[in-house]
């Protein structure tokens, strides 16, 4: 008996040290993090510093010297907007702050969008915001209700949920009809595509490449074709 009370002491002896190297560990990793952060908010700083004589030269500086600059800090993961983050501590009421929040977001999403034919995910733009915004992330919950104030602040923009769950920043400038013609487009050199290749084509999500190629499919100028090869859309012939 005694060895059996032995055996488990001896287990939960080394539980009990498993679990304090598991919290030294992860101790030490928040330090590494917080100086991590600490660098990259320095990071932040020098390239607003390097961008704004970028602005000050002018014309002695290429444009795609420029882009080329960009798009090095973009890999990195930096932004480099001249304006700081919104932030809730800013603001007395939610109301102005979601106001304010929702000014900015419209300023990094809309190019974006008139760019990848009048729509986005909110997915996505809840990735290409928070990445803007470098370290200062914002919830869901703030870009929900940042974004249900752009049709009162007249934006040009609204949210958009399909019924298969699908929600998405959208233009008032989108064009359903001319949408569908570029998918026929696609089709009449491609004979059939998947979500994947109209994704890849049009330089969009995934799920919004789906979610355009079903709306086609609920109007019947394609139909689908599910197979072990995956899912693929054709020109509806029986029409």
Known sequence: ??????????IEQKIKDRQEITDKQISSAF?????LMDMAQQMVELSKGITKKLKDKGND???DETVVF???LLSLGISDQSDDPVVRSQFSSDNKYYLELGKQIEKIVK??????????????VFCTVNRARGF??????????????????NYGLKCVKYKSGLIVLQSNNYNQNSM?????????????????????????????????????????????????YGLRFFPNKFV
């Open 70 to 72: 960009k798009s090095h």
């Open 31 to 35: 330090q590494d993090l917080n100086k």
């Open 111 to 124: 190019p974006i969008i008139e760019e990848s034919g009048g729509q986005m995910s909110l997915t996505d």
């Open 180 to 228: 569908n013609n570029k998918i026929l487009d696609l089709l009449e050199t491609n004979d059939s595509v998947s979500g994947q290749e109209l994704a890849l084509s049009a330089s969009i999500s995934l799920a919004l490449a789906r979610q355009r190629l079903f709306d086609c499919e609920n109007i019947g100028i394609v139909c689908r074709d599910e197979s072990i």
């Open 61 to 63: 500086i290429s444009k």
């Open 1 to 10: 008996m005694s060895r059996g009370l032995g055996g488990i002491g001896k």
């Open 136 to 153: 200062d992330l914002i919830s869901v919950e703030d870009l929900l209700n940042a974004c249900s104030t752009f049709e009162l602040q």
